[in-house]
């Protein structure tokens, strides 16, 4: 079974706060990624890994960063939280080849006060 | 540019009835697969059942189909004998080409089983 994990289920933080969320997978996936849900916007791409120390920019880059040191975990960086970053955030993995399905985590809940 | 559709922001459906979710996508790739996914209200987004553009029959997964129609780029997610525990968020999504990361998702279809 592939397995995604996130290192939160909520998180809440203040304004200014640098915020990290992580993830984990544990199918040996090359790719990764970071979305954000907002309620009629579906999921948006926040940024992809294809490898590690590699990334690329998804849709909406702006605001966040990433790092990917080790195949299996890729984290998502809040370098200033902002109102407008209060979202869900899911983070997926997928293999380079074949079907490329994705396999998401559970999802993290942030909430920027 | 590619776009996944769906209309159907919300949908009610009887308990042990068939139902239908409605997908559409605008694409120039001749290669590219089709996903659709299920959301419950814990937020976990579950993968359902996949779509390659050259496959010639329609994909099946348990109670799961999806209804191919290429020269009309449709992807509809039939769900058969819907249970109670099948009332989430369905959301439908695109990848293009071999060589591309990126996924494309619908803004979803909520459906509620009703008993």
């Known amino acids: 079974d592939v397995k995604v994990t996130q290192s939160s289920r909520y998180l809440v933080k203040r304004t200014g706060e640098k915020v990290f969320l992580e993830c984990v997978q544990d199918?040996?996936?090359?790719?990764m990624f970071w979305y954000r849900q907002d309620p009629g916007l579906g999921l948006r791409l926040i940024y992809f890994?294809?490898?590690?120390?590699?990334?690329e920019k998804g849709d909406i880059p702006e605001g966040y960063s990433v790092s990917r040191e080790k195949k299996e975990r890729f984290s998502l960086i809040l370098e200033s939280a902002s109102t407008n970053q209060t979202s869900m955030y899911l983070c997926?993995?997928?293999?380079?080849?074949?079907?490329?399905?994705?396999?998401f985590g559970p999802g993290t809940r942030l909430l920027v006060l | 540019a590619q776009k996944i559709t769906q209309t159907q922001p919300g949908m009610f459906v009887q308990e042990k009835e068939a139902v239908t979710l409605d997908c559409t996508y605008d694409?120039?790739?001749?290669?590219?697969?089709l996903f659709w996914y299920k959301q419950p209200s814990s937020g976990e987004m579950i993968f359902l059942i996949y779509?390659?553009?050259?496959?010639?029959q329609n994909a099946t997964e348990g109670r799961y189909s999806l209804n191919f129609q290429k020269a009309r780029k449709s992807a509809n997610l039939v769900i058969s004998a819907s249970q109670l525990g099948d009332s989430a968020m369905y959301f439908c999504?695109?990848?293009?080409?071999?060589?591309?990361?990126?996924?494309?998702f619908g803004t979803g279809t909520r459906l509620k089983v009703l008993a």
């Open positions: 997926a993995s997928s293999r380079w080849q074949g079907a490329e399905t994705q396999y």
């Open positions: 199918m040996d996936h090359e790719n």
């Open positions: 890994s294809y490898d590690v120390k590699m990334k």
């Open positions: 694409t120039s790739d001749q290669s590219y697969g």
């Open positions: 779509q390659g553009s050259y496959d010639e």
């Open positions: 999504a695109m990848r293009e080409g071999p060589g591309t990361y990126k996924y494309i």
